[in-house]
């Protein structure tokens, strides 16, 4: 089959949608198949393998981020040229309503479409606005997938329809046999955090106002901050012992995050809003990193707490900062967290999610059965099974 995947976000620029799609790609090719990307990129010089440039971007504030998108003449002519010329079988776009390559493509194309919704907010503008836009290309859509109930909640209020849930990828083996399979019990705990910190919805704020506290019960205690932007303003306030105690490594590699998360004794992810799915969870359940997240829909759903793990009520410091220091007390509770975390990852490894994936394909092409369709329901928790975890 020959597929091709549009991106609408800078593939140069790390973030979650674009290794989604960079690793569908790779699985789709280790099953044979024949894989093209389109992308933005603001640095041509060195693309991933089978990605085309659809041009350079323009930084545009979008569900609490800043997404870098392509969008004017030299992008617009150079998705139709991709879709003209690619002789795909299908096409599969990420975030058709973004304004970027995705609505470029969805409004070029001819022939099967599929449509992934990666996002999930109350109110999407950019759902809104581009909804007169969106009805040109709505109806060449075969087939809608959202990444979770929650980005699947939002395409159906925001554009009616169901979706089929299929959620994000993961390439597991990576993280599988870093981590020493004994937790520790003296000192203090390495806490970690990783992600774009200078986002207020990623919530770093809510753990360092959290973090005296963690303090004060557990005086050993480390703080890892990993990600890129400007840390320093975050740090203003604090004491000199409490920024003694956190360590700054910046933008680190895929080895470097695989690394910190097997050594880490609890990953906190404080986020407090516009999470569709939790990547960042999966890889840290891959690696057996104990969990502590707040209590997003979109979080809940990838770790059933306390199953793959535990939860705080979203933006309470307080509540975090007892989190973290009753976990540490608890040796035998990040044992058993550890223990369960990759079996949990495991459902969201490539081997089952490319097979759904390729299962709507070929329901798009009429060469597989009908996809069963997503249909919003009021409680969340009866969606788990469609996302094949029960």
Not at 46 to 71: H, K, M
Not at 282 to 294: D, K, Q, R, V
Not at 354 to 371: K, N, P, Q
């Amino acid at each position: 089959m020959k597929v091709g995947l549009v991106n609408p976000y800078a593939i140069d620029v790390p973030g979650g949608v674009q290794q989604h799609v960079l690793e569908l790609a790779d699985w789709l090719r280790a099953q044979g198949h024949e894989v093209s990307v389109l992308a933005p990129a603001d640095d041509e010089s060195a693309l991933p393998e089978g990605v085309t440039s659809a041009g350079g971007t323009l930084a545009v504030r979008y569900n609490g981020s800043v997404a870098r998108l392509a969008f004017g003449p030299l992008a617009s002519a150079r998705t139709r040229r991709w879709v003209t010329e690619g002789g795909f079988d299908v096409v599969h776009i990420h975030e058709p309503a973004s304004p970027s390559v995705s609505l470029l493509a969805l409004w070029a194309m001819t022939g099967p479409v599929v449509a992934t919704f990666h996002s999930s907010q109350i109110k999407s503008r950019a759902l809104r606005l581009a909804g007169p836009m969106l009805q040109a290309g709505l109806d060449k859509i075969s087939a809608r997938i959202a990444v979770s109930e929650e980005a699947a909640r939002t395409v159906s209020e925001q554009l009616g329809g169901p979706s089929v849930v299929i959620p994000n990828g993961l390439n597991t083996a990576p993280f599988s046999g870093l981590r020493d399979p004994e937790v520790r019990s003296t000192g203090g705990p390495n806490v970690l955090f990783l992600g774009r910190f200078t986002e207020p919805r990623k919530g770093l704020a809510v753990l360092l106002k959290a973090w005296p506290a963690v303090l004060a019960q557990q005086p050993a205690a480390r703080l890892d901050i990993a990600g890129p932007g400007e840390i320093e303003p975050f740090l203003q306030g604090l004491t000199p012992e409490t920024r003694a105690s956190i360590r700054l490594h910046g933008s680190v590699s895929a080895h470097d995050k695989e690394a910190l998360l097997a050594d880490t004794d609890i990953y906190a992810a404080p986020n407090t809003g516009g999470e569709s799915f939790g990547i960042i969870l999966t890889e840290a359940l891959a690696a057996g990193a104990p969990i502590i997240a707040s209590d997003l829909v979109a979080f809940s759903d990838v770790l059933d707490p306390p199953l793959g793990g535990q939860t705080f009520p979203n933006g309470d410091s307080d509540a975090l900062a007892a989190a973290i220091s009753d976990l540490w007390c608890d040796p035998a509770e990040r044992q058993r967290l550890s223990n369960a975390g990759p079996g949990r990852a495991s459902h969201y490894d490539w081997a089952h999610v490319g097979e759904r994936i390729l299962a709507v394909y070929d329901s798009v092409r009429g060469d597989g059965a009908e996809v069963t369709r997503y249909v919003p329901v009021a409680r969340r928790r009866r969606g788990r099974r469609s996302l094949g975890l029960r």
